[in-house]
């Protein structure tokens, strides 16, 4: 199941000129993505999305695949350390610490 983070991702990768056949580097996709979102905002993304699945469902699905893919293998499972951290302070008798700045 995608995280939120990735949906966004893969959409605005979906919604990009990238293109499967260049084999981008990691690099360039997240560029790619930056790019995207900023000239066409979360809402933006998904709404070429779900255009092109309306108009070509045959090829969208294929590109969401490979954008989905991309964004997993560019941005590793991110915020674990965190999502550890927030689990240790749901167990009873956990001490919350701070980090000083």
């Known amino acids: 199941m ?9 959409e605005a990768l979906f919604a990009s000129d990238l293109q499967g056949s260049q ?3 990691r690099g360039e996709i997240r560029m790619a993505i930056a ?4 000239r066409m905002g979360v809402q933006g993304c998904a709404a070429r ?3 092109e699945f309306g108009d ?5 699905v294929a590109r969401m695949a490979w ?5 997993r293998a560019t941005y590793p499972a991110e915020g674990s350390k965190t999502l550890r951290a927030i689990g240790t302070l ?4 956990a001490v919350i610490r701070t980090v000083a700045a």
Do not use: I, M, N, W
């Open 23 to 25: 084999t981008p580097a």
């Open 35 to 38: 790019a995207t979102l900023r």
């Open 67 to 71: 954008a989905l893919a991309q964004v």
């Open 49 to 51: 999305v779900a255009s």
């Open 2 to 10: 995608a995280t939120t983070f990735e949906a966004v991702r893969a």
């Open 56 to 60: 070509h469902p045959e090829t969208a």
């Open 90 to 93: 749901r167990r009873p008798g």
